[in-house]
């Protein structure tokens, strides 16, 4: 295809896939696309062996790696000290989780040494944290390194200048865009509401063509990537008519053969309808998209304390989380009801299932329909 997204990334069609799963990356990049790694809470040591990994099997096609170094975020500035951010998490939060659990008959037991465990996402969010990432990921051949959260860190858009490596930043508003373009970073990840995991208010549908206009408006050339909701070869096109390049994907991923989702999730997933997941701050600190559940719907009742600022929030939901999705897997009825995971509106389209490589050969043939159907309205 002739996209500047193909040209710049040097891949045949210019479709990214976002995520956790090693497998999906390569199986994305061999089919035409591009897989890009989810590394935010990967530590430098498991990046290492998740990269050699896709590099020895994606065919020597072109891959990615994204991290989250947010400009906010509490704590910022300090010294990183796992007794001081796991003691700044208030036991109102961690009673209340405790007790969602115990609802459900899910026995908490003490989960203080699994949150000890879980302060590697706090530590890869700060600068320090995410520098020893970037010098992992730039001993491989990547082709994408992207930020999410906030304008990429200096040292992330020197390196990539360095290396010849194209940087990439997720926006969910047109001013934040803006902003990223004037600090010199190379792709627009233009993400809707509908978007799994975190995500701004505006539709994709308005954000994009918004975008656009104001790219155009200062000359700026920066090639667009649409993301939220973003499901179907027919909506890539549809976005690409209103300004995209390409389009960013990371929820019609999870449901794949190859994806590492908790098998009960992924049913959940396959049943679910769009309005089946909820945007919320529980999970992160920070709004996200997720699937509905009865833990995501404790954290909206209104008996429920605020979320916490990123990264004290994780602290409280991800260790229950984690031993719901093993507990869920062992047939815990509780346990099953209450797993979720992020995904965006998309998910009611998400039928399913089925490998990487045909979600993206189903893309290019529900692009080139769209693209005809089109046509058929031109005289």
């Not at 399913?352 to 058929?376: C, H, I, N, P, W």
Request: glycine share 12%; with cysteine.
């Amino acid at each position: 295809m002739r996209s500047p997204i193909c040209d710049m990334l040097g891949i045949e069609f210019p479709l990214l896939a976002f995520s956790h799963c090693r497998d999906v990356v390569a199986a994305v990049s061999r089919a035409g696309g591009m897989g890009v790694f989810g590394a935010a809470g990967t530590s430098p040591q498991h990046l290492r062996e998740e990269l050699d990994w896709i590099d020895a099997h994606c065919g020597g096609k072109p891959y990615g790696v994204d991290l989250i170094v947010p400009n906010e975020f509490e704590g910022k500035g300090q010294k990183f000290d796992v007794d001081q951010i796991v003691a700044a998490v208030p036991k109102t939060h961690t009673d209340f989780a405790a007790s969602v659990l115990s609802k459900h008959g899910v026995d908490a037991g003490d989960l203080e040494e699994a949150r000890r465990g879980a302060t590697g996402f706090a530590r890869n969010l700060r600068e320090d944290g995410a520098a020893t990432s970037l010098d992992v990921a730039f001993e491989y051949p990547i082709k994408l390194i992207a930020n999410a959260l906030g304008v990429p860190p200096k040292a992330m858009l020197e390196k990539g200048k360095q290396h010849g490596v194209a940087v990439a930043a997720l926006v969910g508003a047109k001013e934040h865009a803006i902003a990223q373009v004037q600090a010199g970073v190379d792709i627009l990840v233009v993400a809707g509401g509908e978007a799994g995991g975190h995500c701004g208010d505006v539709s994709t549908m308005v954000l994009v063509p918004e975008v656009a206009d104001a790219l155009a408006k200062i000359g700026a050339k920066t090639p667009i990537l649409a993301a939220g909701g973003i499901v179907t070869g027919a909506q890539m096109a549809a976005s690409m008519c209103m300004g995209a390049a390409g389009a960013w994907c990371g929820s019609v991923w999870l449901t794949t053969t190859e994806a590492e989702t908790n098998p009960i999730v992924k049913e959940k997933m396959i049943a679910a309808s769009s309005r089946d997941t909820v945007r919320s701050r529980s999970r992160t600190g920070k709004p996200s998209r997720q699937l509905r559940s009865p833990w995501t719907d404790a954290w909206e009742a209104e008996n429920a304390p605020k979320p916490l600022p990123m990264p004290l929030q994780s602290l409280v939901s991800e260790p229950p989380l984690r031993l719901v999705d093993k507990l869920s897997q062992g047939n815990h009825e509780g346990a099953k009801q209450l797993a979720t995971y992020w995904v965006g509106q998309g998910v009611g389209l998400m039928n399913e299932t089925m490998s990487a490589g045909a979600v993206v050969q189903k893309f290019k043939e529900d692009f080139l329909a769209a693209y005809e159907r089109l046509g058929g309205f031109l005289e």
